[in-house]
């Protein structure tokens, strides 16, 4: 056993070589001064919770670090080894079992049970910090407090007009199995927190925007007035994709048979914001000008992407809702959750593929949508959380014979010999190459023109885009309306392809790749340095910069605008092209100067991809396995693509692939708890 100072020695040996944080570190310190004769294995529990809140978990499960602590902390991290390096966490806990552990965390001064003051909180087998802990209790009470209102909700919804309104917008096609786009607009429309889930392509914008046409035209009727509606998503490219998407399917909804079709057709709100400009982000400040006390002017608000949004951000906005208002979430339950600590919408979703429908809700939805829900689906002890989601079964963007569709529900299903046999079939959509540490010609093939002819009739690669960067300059003398339209040519030819990674460090993650590859297209002639602020770079914002209206996750090209010096010349200065970010398809020009927390992005993690989709993407695994790679991240590796998937892998790569698909992500929370 060692003594606390000791243990505090060993977690700053474990940050000095990058496993835990500094933040992490500095809590154990913060503990040991406040309690120096605390329990070192106390110490050392605090501070795993703290690391694994840095991986997405929202406390330490610690009956599963116990069971396998390699896996569930992933210490030594991706691209390190155990060898010659500091004690390792498993091995502190040798030999000690969970009622042991526990025991020695009941320290009143540092740990409590719920409610108190101590920095800690131990539920069961969790040990939170205290304000996740907080966070995730009102998360919960925020949910539950909606779906008490269900049944009020419905019973306040005139049947047959329910009824009359969802046929005239989910017309009947007869020999259809059930319409599960008109069974989620009822479902939804009957409670006031719901959930629409379903992968890319099964309609959950043609879904919400039917919604609301229902849900407006319900309020015009007898002469009332349009609800108060927001749309909003957790990121600038997530927003101005749903603006983008939700503003045509508004334009093409047929309301010829919906009483009030036109003025709700009118009352649908198109411009989509993110959440955190629909919330007031202060500057350098976790606290939002919209809370409990200053709640949101709204009704109803839509969030898409929901899968992004994680437990801290979920209780700001329960939070700053008005008691009465809707929530609507939309997302992909099977994507890869939010990059903060929770995994809200995967949790929210777990029941979702059973159903777990009680048959009362059955009866009521068959009786308002016609449609039969399968027997399979029901459950009597269904949970009230059951009733409010509903999960879209059928894809419209991928055909039955499409290998990206195929493939992904292979992975997502976690069924290796569909994997197999997706792979064997040769589908034109789908491509796998071999990449080596050595020899860079495949990956050059890859990155340059796609692998496979490298034109818009088959694979892209960075070339296309770098051609419209130096092949499509204006004049010296253009206007600014000249110089928008290219960078949004470019912006629009840059989303044609994209490199995917599943690390970050290692010859296999972003930061080698992105080196490798800028020297690949400076020797191809395509970039005129791969250092520095050259003419086609792409950035990514790595921070959320609210005075510059920059979110995380955005993407810029470095460009070179025409200035005017004194002497009547003009020279060319750089400046980083992004998108507006508001809906429009206004451009954004920055100094480089002023971008703080950017990277350059020829690669990119599958995390940072979320809410993007490219033309042609490829994800390029390791040659080894890591806890990490999960079929989270290779679903929504393969789901970016929207015509052209290729697996880049080495020799190893295809039981990397395997392997990863049959582990899924498991973050440790107890949101469902209780």
Same mark, same amino acid.
């Given at each position: 056993?060692?003594?606390?100072?000791?243990?505090?020695?060993?977690?700053?040996?474990?940050?000095?070589?990058?496993?835990?944080?500094?933040?992490?570190?500095?809590?154990?310190?913060?503990?040991?001064?406040?309690?120096?004769?605390?329990?070192?294995?106390?110490?050392?529990?605090?501070?795993?919770?703290?690391?694994?809140?840095?991986? &997405?978990?929202? !406390?330490?499960?610690?009956?599963?670090?116990?069971?396998?602590?390699?896996?569930?902390?992933?210490?030594?991290?991706? &691209?390190?080894?155990?060898?010659? %390096?500091?004690?390792?966490?498993?091995?502190?806990?040798?030999?000690?079992?969970?009622?042991?552990?526990?025991?020695?965390?009941?320290?009143?001064?540092?740990?409590?049970?719920?409610?108190?003051?101590?920095?800690?909180?131990?539920?069961?087998?969790?040990?939170?910090?205290?304000?996740?802990?907080?966070?995730?209790?009102?998360?919960?009470?925020?949910?539950?407090?909606?779906?008490?209102?269900?049944?009020?909700?419905?019973? $306040?919804?005139?049947?047959?007009?329910?009824?009359?309104?969802?046929?005239?917008?989910?017309? /009947? /096609?007869?020999? #259809?199995?059930?319409?599960?786009?008109?069974?989620? !607009?009822?479902?939804?429309?009957?409670?006031?927190?719901?959930?629409?889930?379903?992968?890319?392509?099964?309609?959950?914008?043609?879904?919400?925007?039917?919604?609301?046409?229902?849900?407006?035209?319900?309020?015009?009727?007898?002469?009332?007035?349009?609800?108060?509606?927001?749309?909003?998503?957790?990121?600038?490219?997530?927003?101005?994709?749903?603006?983008?998407?939700?503003?045509?399917?508004?334009?093409?909804?047929?309301?010829?048979?919906?009483?009030?079709?036109?003025?709700?057709?009118? %009352?649908?709100?198109?411009?989509?914001?993110?959440?955190?400009?629909?919330?007031?982000?202060?500057?350098?400040?976790?606290?939002?000008?919209?809370?409990?006390?200053?709640?949101?002017?709204?009704?109803?608000?839509?969030?898409?992407?929901?899968?992004?949004?994680?437990?801290?951000?979920? #209780?700001?906005?329960?939070?700053?809702?008005?008691?009465?208002?809707?929530?609507?979430?939309?997302?992909?339950?099977?994507?890869?959750?939010?990059?903060? %600590?929770?995994?809200?919408?995967?949790?929210? !979703?777990?029941?979702?593929?059973?159903?777990?429908?009680?048959?009362?809700?059955?009866?009521?939805?068959?009786?308002?949508?016609?449609?039969?829900?399968?027997?399979?689906?029901?459950? +009597?002890?269904?949970?009230?959380?059951?009733?409010?989601?509903?999960?879209?079964?059928?894809?419209?963007?991928?055909?039955?014979?499409?290998?990206?569709?195929?493939?992904?529900?292979?992975?997502?299903? &976690?069924?290796?010999?569909?994997?197999?046999?997706?792979? /064997?079939?040769?589908?034109?959509?789908? $491509?796998?190459?071999?990449?080596?540490?050595?020899?860079?010609?495949?990956?050059?093939?890859?990155?340059?023109?796609?692998?496979?002819?490298?034109?818009?009739?088959?694979?892209?690669?960075?070339?296309?885009?770098?051609?419209?960067?130096?092949?499509?300059?204006? +004049?010296?003398?253009?206007?600014? +309306?000249?110089?928008?339209?290219?960078?949004?040519?470019?912006?629009?030819?840059?989303?044609?392809?994209?490199?995917?990674?599943?690390?970050?460090?290692?010859?296999?993650?972003?930061?080698?790749?992105?080196?490798?590859?800028?020297?690949?297209?400076?020797?191809?002639?395509?970039?005129?340095?791969?250092?520095? =602020?050259?003419?086609?770079?792409?950035?990514?914002?790595?921070?959320?910069?609210?005075?510059?209206?920059?979110?995380?996750?955005?993407?810029?090209?470095?460009?070179?605008?025409?200035?005017?010096?004194?002497?009547?010349?003009?020279?060319?200065?750089?400046?980083?092209?992004?998108?507006?970010?508001?809906?429009?398809?206004?451009?954004?020009?920055?100094?480089?100067?002023?971008?703080? $927390?950017?990277?350059?992005?020829?690669?990119?993690?599958?995390? /940072?991809?979320?809410?993007?989709?490219?033309?042609? +993407?490829?994800?390029?695994?390791?040659?080894?396995?890591?806890?990490?790679?999960?079929?989270?991240?290779?679903?929504?590796?393969?789901?970016?693509?929207?015509?052209?998937?290729?697996?880049?892998?080495?020799?190893?790569? =295809?039981?990397?692939?395997?392997?990863?698909?049959?582990?899924?992500?498991?973050?440790?929370?107890?949101?469902?708890?209780?």
């Amino acid at each position: 056993m060692k003594s606390p100072a000791q243990m505090l020695e060993l977690i700053g040996r474990w940050a000095e070589r990058g496993w835990l944080r500094e933040l992490d570190r500095a809590f154990a310190i913060f503990l040991v001064e406040r309690a120096p004769d605390a329990n070192p294995l106390l110490i050392l529990a605090a501070a795993l919770a703290s690391h694994q809140l840095g991986r &997405g978990h929202v !406390c330490l499960d610690l009956e599963a670090t116990l069971a396998d602590s390699r896996f569930a902390l992933s210490l030594p991290p991706e &691209g390190d080894s155990a060898k010659d %390096a500091p004690e390792l966490p498993g091995v502190l806990l040798d030999g000690i079992d969970l009622d042991a552990w526990r025991g020695v965390l009941n320290d009143p001064r540092l740990v409590s049970n719920g409610p108190g003051e101590t920095p800690l909180v131990l539920a069961g087998r969790r040990l939170y910090l205290r304000r996740y802990w907080q966070y995730e209790r009102e998360v919960r009470a925020g949910i539950d407090q909606r779906l008490q209102q269900g049944d009020a909700l419905r019973a $306040a919804l005139p049947a047959a007009q329910l009824r009359q309104a969802l046929d005239a917008l989910f017309p /009947k /096609k007869p020999g #259809a199995p059930a319409d599960w786009q008109k069974l989620a !607009c009822a479902l939804v429309a009957g409670n006031a927190f719901g959930i629409v889930t379903g992968g890319p392509g099964t309609g959950k914008t043609t879904t919400v925007v039917k919604l609301l046409a229902l849900l407006q035209s319900l309020a015009l009727g007898e002469g009332g007035r349009p609800l108060r509606i927001r749309l909003a998503a957790p990121t600038g490219k997530a927003a101005a994709r749903l603006n983008e998407s939700i503003a045509g399917a508004v334009q093409r909804l047929d309301l010829a048979g919906l009483a009030n079709g036109e003025a709700a057709r009118a %009352a649908i709100p198109t411009e989509v914001t993110t959440l955190h400009r629909l919330l007031g982000s202060r500057p350098d400040s976790r606290q939002f000008r919209h809370h409990a006390g200053n709640p949101l002017a709204l009704e109803l608000l839509v969030v898409d992407e929901a899968s992004m949004v994680d437990l801290e951000m979920m #209780a700001s906005l329960l939070a700053a809702l008005p008691p009465r208002a809707r929530l609507i979430l939309l997302g992909d339950k099977d994507q890869l959750a939010s990059v903060e %600590a929770g995994a809200v919408l995967g949790e929210l !979703c777990s029941r979702a593929r059973e159903g777990h429908y009680r048959p009362l809700t059955r009866d009521w939805l068959e009786a308002v949508t016609g449609e039969q829900i399968d027997p399979a689906l029901l459950d +009597a002890a269904g949970s009230d959380l059951d009733q409010a989601v509903a999960m879209l079964r059928h894809s419209h963007r991928f055909s039955a014979d499409s290998g990206i569709g195929q493939l992904a529900d292979a992975v997502n299903g &976690g069924d290796i010999p569909a994997l197999r046999q997706v792979w /064997k079939a040769q589908h034109e959509d789908l $491509a796998r190459i071999v990449v080596d540490a050595q020899e860079t010609r495949s990956l050059r093939d890859l990155v340059i023109d796609g692998g496979r002819g490298g034109d818009l009739f088959g694979p892209v690669g960075y070339a296309h885009y770098l051609r419209v960067v130096s092949g499509s300059r204006p +004049a010296d003398n253009a206007g600014q +309306a000249e110089l928008d339209a290219w960078a949004r040519k470019v912006l629009e030819a840059h989303g044609q392809f994209q490199l995917l990674c599943a690390l970050r460090r290692g010859p296999w993650g972003v930061e080698g790749l992105n080196t490798l590859i800028g020297e690949l297209l400076q020797r191809e002639g395509l970039i005129p340095t791969a250092n520095g =602020w050259f003419a086609g770079r792409p950035v990514l914002v790595t921070r959320n910069d609210y005075g510059l209206g920059l979110m995380n996750g955005d993407i810029g090209i470095t460009l070179a605008l025409p200035q005017s010096a004194d002497d009547g010349s003009v020279r060319w200065v750089a400046r980083v092209a992004f998108p507006a970010g508001d809906g429009t398809d206004a451009i954004r020009w920055i100094l480089p100067s002023r971008l703080q $927390a950017v990277e350059t992005v020829f690669a990119m993690t599958v995390h /940072k991809s979320q809410g993007s989709e490219f033309t042609h +993407a490829a994800l390029l695994l390791p040659d080894s396995l890591n806890p990490i790679l999960t079929r989270e991240l290779v679903y929504t590796g393969i789901t970016r693509a929207r015509k052209w998937f290729t697996l880049a892998s080495t020799g190893r790569g =295809w039981q990397v692939l395997e392997a990863a698909t049959e582990r899924r992500v498991q973050r440790a929370s107890g949101l469902l708890d209780g």
